[in-house]
Every structure is written in C-alpha cells, then in structure tokens.
C-alpha cells in the first residue's frame, strides 16, 4: 500500500486514467465495429465519422499513429 501523499495521488490519477482511457477505446472499437457491420451505402456516410474517432485516438496515443493509418486505410478501402 502507498505510504506517502504523492503516491497516493497517483494511485487516484491512475486509475481515473485507466477508465477514461478504458472507455474512448471502448467507444473507438464500437465505432470501427459499426462501419464493418453497416451496408455498402451507409458505410461512406458512417466513414468520416469514424475516421475522426480514429484520428483523435491516435492524438491521444491511445493507438500508435502507424495502427491509426492503417485502420483508416482498411476503412477507406471498404467504405468505397
């Protein structure tokens, strides 16, 4: 157990972070898994969507940018 206050203050920031973090990537799989899911004409509508969902995980580094590129890449293909 964590004796001193800064400690114990990052344990708190921690786990606030572990669910925040837990939650927009919950939220990103979600959306990429509705583009998957979706006919081929509401794909291209859905896609700009996700690809801002994407593009803010990558700015948050909740994905690697070269992982966020290639989603979007394999979206786009499949959106057309």
Known sequence: MPVT????KKVRQAEKRRA???AK???????VSKITLAKPKEKSKLY???QSTID???????????K?????SKLAKAAK
């Open 48 to 50: 700009p969507k996700v």
């Open 5 to 8: 206050k800064s400690v114990v």
């Open 20 to 22: 925040d973090n837990k």
């Open 25 to 31: 990537k919950s939220n990103l799989k979600t959306t």
């Open 56 to 66: 803010k995980a990558a700015k948050k580094r909740l994905l690697h940018p070269n």
């Open 68 to 72: 966020a590129s290639r989603m979007k």
